[in-house]
């Protein structure tokens, strides 16, 4: 870009200020996107402001700042004191040794606006919202409920997530990045089937916002029943049965957002600009486990250790990202073959639960 013209006049500089300004715009700095977050274009299709997206800092992505940069300028020309300085930063942090730069925060939730200004008059040139992102949430469980008839009895426990997005602003601004819709891509791990209904986990999704689920599983048969004597299941749960003890599924590694509990979005509202649940997802489960009563004798046991981790995941330009703590919750549903005069059948043998994922 050339600097002023030599022997401009004052209307000729403010000119060619105003030139120079026209063809700035901010972009993510080397390793921001598809890093730490993205660049979205706005829902706001009149006038629409710059917008990048970034979960809160967290483990598997520990930068502690996007960076972004100033196109279309010299460095002198947004440097602080420069005498061929035009324009200037507001907002953001200083990327030392860089006027070009600016950094923002990732440590909290936050909005944060980062504006290029004339120098001379302080008006806008362009203007970024930066989105640091993230949803909290609560479960609440049911009690366990066991329910018996002729042939089997059968143990279930239900559980409730809801998820509010914050900031609120996100999804109740006019000029907001469009997170609408549905998602584009599929998310990790869609290749591999369910543990029990044998389902893609292709299938978990439907919106970029997504209330998803881990799970790891425990199976406990002292008595040696073969798949054969099991409750009939489409997936791998009981392929390696018979065996005292069994872990036929783990959590996936601990930086994954791989929902391998999540083949079927019927149970997930994940449309938080729905305006019967603005900036809110939730997601259920019902796990239950089941017995023959023809299976076994009097004084057998058997125990299924179900633990599960709930979070919410969001595209962002293609990208898959974590934007919650896992919320655990495990159940423990444990029988007991009994003799009830001539008959026999599986009881509650003090299953428990609980909102965590201890005693596995």
């Known amino acids: 870009m050339s600097l002023e013209p030599e022997g401009a006049q004052t209307d000729g500089l403010e000119k060619w200020t105003y030139a ?29 402001e710059l917008h990048f997206v970034t979960p809160k800092k967290t483990i598997e992505i520990p930068d502690d700042y996007v960076i972004l940069k100033a196109v279309g300028l010299n460095a002198d020309e947004i440097t602080a004191n420069d005498p061929r300085q035009i324009v200037e930063w507001d907002g953001g942090e200083e990327v030392a040794g860089e006027p070009l730069k600016r950094k923002f925060k990732r440590d909290a939730i936050s909005r944060q606006i980062g504006e290029i ?10 203007k970024i919202n930066v989105w640091t992102v993230w949803v909290t949430g609560a479960c609440v469980l049911g009690n366990v409920i066991p329910v018996e008839d002729a042939d089997v009895t059968s143990m279930s426990v239900s559980a409730v997530t809801t998820w509010k997005v914050y900031p609120e602003n996100i999804i109740t601004d006019q000029d907001i990045p469009d997170l609408t819709g ?8 869609y290749s591999k089937k369910h543990i029990v209904s044998n389902q893609p986990l292709s299938g978990g999704v439907n919106k970029k916002w997504d209330a998803s689920r881990q799970i790891r599983i425990k199976v406990l048969n002292p008595n040696g029943y073969s798949k054969a004597q099991l409750p009939e ?5 009981f392929d ?26 019927d149970d997930e509202f994940n449309n938080p600009y729905d305006e019967n649940g603005v900036g809110r997802l939730a ?49 423990h549903f444990k029988m007991k073959k009994e003799k009830n005069g001539d008959t026999e059948s599986w009881k509650n043998n003090a299953s428990d639960k609980a909102l965590n994922n201890d005693g596995f």
């Not at 549905?182 to 791990?189: F, M, Q, S």
């Not at 390696?240 to 979005?265: L, R, V, W």
């Not at 023959?292 to 633990?307: K, L, P, Q, S, W």
């Open 20 to 48: 120079v300004a026209s063809q700035v715009s901010i972009v993510p700095d080397t390793g921001m996107s598809g890093v730490v977050g993205d660049m979205i274009l706005s829902k706001k299709t009149e006038n629409p």
């Open 117 to 126: 200004r004339i120098k001379n008059d302080g008006s806008s040139v362009v």
């Open 182 to 189: 549905v998602n584009i891509t599929l998310p990790p791990g």
């Open 233 to 237: 299941v489409d997936g791998a749960l």
């Open 240 to 265: 390696d049965q018979p065996k005292a003890e069994d872990t036929p599924e783990q959590f996936p590694d601990s930086s994954s957002i791989e929902g391998n509990d999540d083949s079927n979005p």
């Open 283 to 331: 997601s259920s489960d019902n796990p239950t486990h089941l017995m023959m009563n023809t299976t076994g004798a009097v004084g057998d046991v058997f125990e299924m250790r179900d633990h599960f981790k709930e979070f919410v995941r969001l595209e962002i330009a293609k990208k898959w990202y974590r934007v919650s703590d896992p919320l655990e919750w495990r159940v």
